[in-house]
């Protein structure tokens, strides 16, 4: 399994319309793509304009070939990224250690 890890800042008083956004892209672009194991979205605290998208991927290829090469990759950024302050910073990880 892959983690993909999107750190992704806002415009400034957004949050509820990207919230609402980020959700409805997942579910309509992401959701159906090849390798695609699910998905996890956290609000900062401290930085309420910055989130922290973890989405699982079965391999690395299924979201740098497979989605980012795909038309729902245009979906996906036709829908969410409209609220970037900035493009996200994404990096990729293997799964080493995991709590029960």
Do not use: C
């Amino acid at each position: 399994m892959i983690l993909e890890l999107a750190d992704i800042r806002i415009h400034p008083g957004q949050n509820a319309a990207f919230e609402e956004a980020i959700q409805r892209g997942l579910s309509a672009a992401i959701g159906n793509a090849k390798g695609f194991q699910g998905y996890k979205v956290n609000k900062g605290l401290e930085s309420p304009e910055r989130y922290i998208l973890q989405v699982f991927w079965d391999t690395l290829e299924d979201h740098t070939i497979g989605f980012r090469q795909s038309e729902a990759f245009t979906q996906w950024r036709a829908i969410v990224g409209p609220y970037f302050a900035a493009p996200p910073v994404v990096e990729h990880f293997d799964l080493v250690a995991k709590s029960a």
